[in-house]
Structure formats: C-alpha cells, structure tokens
C-alpha cells in the first residue's frame, strides 16, 4: 500500500473523486489543504482511507517537515507552488527523501512575469519538484520553458466526477429540446459575464431560449436587469445534474482561464458547448462546429454572432453535437488521473 500526501490550497468535489479513486487502487491518502482565506466555502466529507489536515494546523515550515517525517509518504503531490511553505518543504524532502514530488500547474504560457520563474527554475521549480503534473496541452510549452524534460511531465492532472456526470439524462432532449443556455462557475470578473450578458442583450431574437447563470462572487450585483435571464445560487455537484438536464447547451465566457474543469462536467452532460478560445479544457473536449463553437474572449459581437448561429440551428444538429461532446468527456477520467500518480512509483 502506497501511502500519499497532498499538499493542496483549496480542493473543489473533483480533486475529491481523484483522491478517492487512490483509495480505491490501494493508497493511504493524507490530505493537508488551505482553511483560512479560502474564494470558496467549500470543505471536504470525511471520506474512507483519506486524512485531512488543516494547512493553519502547521504553523512553519519545519513543523510541517516533521509531519512528513511522521507518515514517511511514497509520493508528495502538491496543488502547484503558490505556497512558500510547501514549496521549502518540497526541497528539504527531495533532497532527504528521494521520493517523487509532483507538482500540478494549470498555467498556460503567457510570458511576462513568467520568465522571472523562466530564469530561476533550476534552483526553485526543479529543486522543489521531480514532476509536473499539468492539465494539458496548453500547459506543457510553459512546463518546458521550465526546464522540466519531457519524461517529468505528466498529462491531464484534474477530471471531472465523470460517473456522476454521466447520468445527466439527455434522452427527453428528443422529445422537447431544452431552450436554456447555463453557465456555471463563479461571478468574478475573469469570467466576462458582462460581455456574454451585453451581447445577450444585443439579440433581437433569442428564438424562446433563456439564459441560466449559476454561482456567486464579487460580481453578482451586475449581473441584474437583462432580459430572459435567470440567476441561481451556487449549489452542490449533484444538484447540477438536474440543472444539466434541463439545459440544452453550456456557455463559459473567460477572459481569463487556464483550464475550467467545468466544461469537462458540460461535456459528460453530454451537452453542445460554447466557450471562450482562452480556456485550455477546449483542447480536449471541444471540436469547433462539431460539438460547439469557440469564440474570442471579451469580444462581445463574437460572443453573440456565435450564439445566434447556434440558437439558429435545426434540433438535430443540437442533439448530435451533445452526443459528441459525451464522447469526448471519455478522454479524462478520475482512474486516468490516479493510475498517472501511481505510474510513478511502479
């Protein structure tokens, strides 16, 4: 039985079905995560064969150390390198250790700020960590730029519950197609709501769909007052999949957005999806003009010309495209994501 510590900021149901599948192959999974300053409230169930400790619980970095001393893991897996803290302790157990550390990194290359970690990586990324863990293709230029070699980079590090999204059942579709584009996530400003909700406006003929938005954040109060649009407070992945099937398509109009696991969990429902061109999942579960459309992120005349020709299309087109995003969820699962950690340590 291999025993695994993650060093995680803030864990979210998915990252939970991940740990859970480690468990299922075997795995002691210990569990340190962020409790204070957190964007969400969210907080792990107590879950068989998973530990969870509180980040607030270890108060330095040595304190910290000789936990891991204390449970002698096979493997470190951390959320990425945000954390001063984690990352010294990455360093002192490489160096003591020898074991895997594997970092996750959603991060796509965007140069700027990122070449100071360009420059210092030799004695920062690659000291702390033997492996990056990246969700992925976007992600990988900015791996290599690191100076990871192709062999420490491992593919696709997040899943969405895909056996839970699968049970979105989209077969009343045939009967009467679902008028209602949904989004879900979080109202923040990265997420360009106001420029899907201008060019929602903009629309003369909605042609009898809705719009559904689904979450909370900073940006709620300006989300109010447009036409054929309702506003829903955030709610647990379970009472999303009766919220996926009453939808006929899903939306997500980043700005900014370096995966969004949420189109993978559209894309299990089995729905058509369009989305912004920066968010990375897109290279992985949609194919432009065959199971959505893409569209240019805050540019609120593509974002409406790419509903409009979407809304515009026969029931059939929609049902098909549905069925091919269902496929594609198929490339990511949550055994995908666990067997990639344990193929390390075999």
């Given at each position: 039985?291999?025993?695994?510590?993650?060093?995680?900021?803030?864990?979210?149901?998915?990252?939970?079905?991940?740990?859970?599948?480690?468990?299922e192959k075997g795995c002691r999974v210990?569990?340190?995560?962020?409790?204070?300053?957190?964007?969400?409230?969210?907080?792990?169930?107590?879950?068989?064969?998973?530990?969870?400790?509180?980040?607030?619980a270890f108060f330095d970095t040595?304190?910290?150390?000789?936990?891991?001393?204390?449970?002698?893991?096979?493997?470190?897996?951390t959320s990425g390198w945000i954390d001063p803290v984690y990352n010294e302790v990455c360093a002192r157990v490489r160096k003591n250790f020898h074991i895997p550390i594997v970092a996750g990194s959603d991060t796509q290359w965007r140069g700027g700020k990122q070449w100071l970690n360009v420059l210092t990586a030799s004695f920062r990324h690659r000291k702390w960590f033997s492996h990056l863990f990246?969700?992925?293709?976007?992600?990988?230029?900015?791996?290599?730029?690191?100076?990871?070699?192709?062999?420490?980079?491992?593919?696709?590090?997040?899943?969405?519950?895909?056996?839970?999204?699968?049970?979105?059942?989209?077969?009343?579709?045939?009967?009467?197609?679902?008028?209602?584009?949904?989004?879900?996530?979080?109202?923040?400003?990265?997420k360009g709501l106001p420029f899907l909700l201008e060019a929602w406006?903009?629309?003369?003929?909605?042609?009898?769909?809705?719009?559904?938005?689904?979450?909370?954040?900073?940006?709620?109060?300006?989300?109010?007052?447009?036409?054929?649009?309702?506003?829903?407070?955030?709610?647990?992945?379970?009472?999303?999949?009766?919220?996926?099937?009453?939808?006929?398509?899903?939306?997500?109009?980043?700005?900014?957005?370096?995966w969004a696991l949420v189109i993978h969990e559209a894309a299990c429902a089995g729905l058509p999806i369009l989305a912004s061109e920066c968010c990375g999942a897109v290279s992985c579960f949609v194919k432009d003009g065959e199971n959505g459309f893409l569209f240019k992120p805050g540019n609120r005349k593509s974002i409406s010309r790419v509903i409009e020709k979407f809304i515009s299309l026969q029931e059939s087109e929609w049902l098909e495209m549905g069925k091919i995003s269902r496929e594609l969820s198929n490339q990511i699962t949550p055994a995908m994501v666990a067997n990639t950690i344990l193929s390390i340590l075999e």
């Amino acid at each position: 039985m291999y025993t695994i510590l993650v060093l995680y900021t803030e864990l979210m149901p998915y990252n939970v079905i991940v740990l859970k599948t480690l468990v299922e192959k075997g795995c002691r999974v210990h569990v340190v995560l962020w409790d204070k300053n957190k964007k969400t409230s969210y907080y792990p169930p107590e879950e068989k064969g998973i530990t969870w400790y509180d980040r607030s619980a270890f108060f330095d970095t040595n304190h910290l150390y000789l936990f891991v001393e204390k449970i002698c893991p096979d493997l470190i897996w951390t959320s990425g390198w945000i954390d001063p803290v984690y990352n010294e302790v990455c360093a002192r157990v490489r160096k003591n250790f020898h074991i895997p550390i594997v970092a996750g990194s959603d991060t796509q290359w965007r140069g700027g700020k990122q070449w100071l970690n360009v420059l210092t990586a030799s004695f920062r990324h690659r000291k702390w960590f033997s492996h990056l863990f990246v969700s992925g293709e976007p992600q990988v230029s900015y791996a290599l730029k690191l100076g990871f070699q192709p062999e420490q980079i491992l593919m696709h590090n997040l899943s969405a519950d895909v056996d839970l999204f699968h049970q979105v059942d989209t077969q009343a579709h045939k009967e009467k197609y679902p008028r209602r584009l949904l989004y879900i996530g979080r109202f923040a400003k990265v997420k360009g709501l106001p420029f899907l909700l201008e060019a929602w406006k903009s629309i003369s003929d909605r042609r009898g769909w809705k719009l559904t938005l689904i979450g909370n954040g900073p940006e709620y109060a300006k989300l109010q007052g447009y036409p054929d649009v309702e506003i829903k407070n955030f709610m647990s992945q379970v009472e999303l999949v009766k919220e996926l099937e009453q939808s006929g398509a899903f939306i997500l109009p980043s700005v900014i957005e370096p995966w969004a696991l949420v189109i993978h969990e559209a894309a299990c429902a089995g729905l058509p999806i369009l989305a912004s061109e920066c968010c990375g999942a897109v290279s992985c579960f949609v194919k432009d003009g065959e199971n959505g459309f893409l569209f240019k992120p805050g540019n609120r005349k593509s974002i409406s010309r790419v509903i409009e020709k979407f809304i515009s299309l026969q029931e059939s087109e929609w049902l098909e495209m549905g069925k091919i995003s269902r496929e594609l969820s198929n490339q990511i699962t949550p055994a995908m994501v666990a067997n990639t950690i344990l193929s390390i340590l075999e």
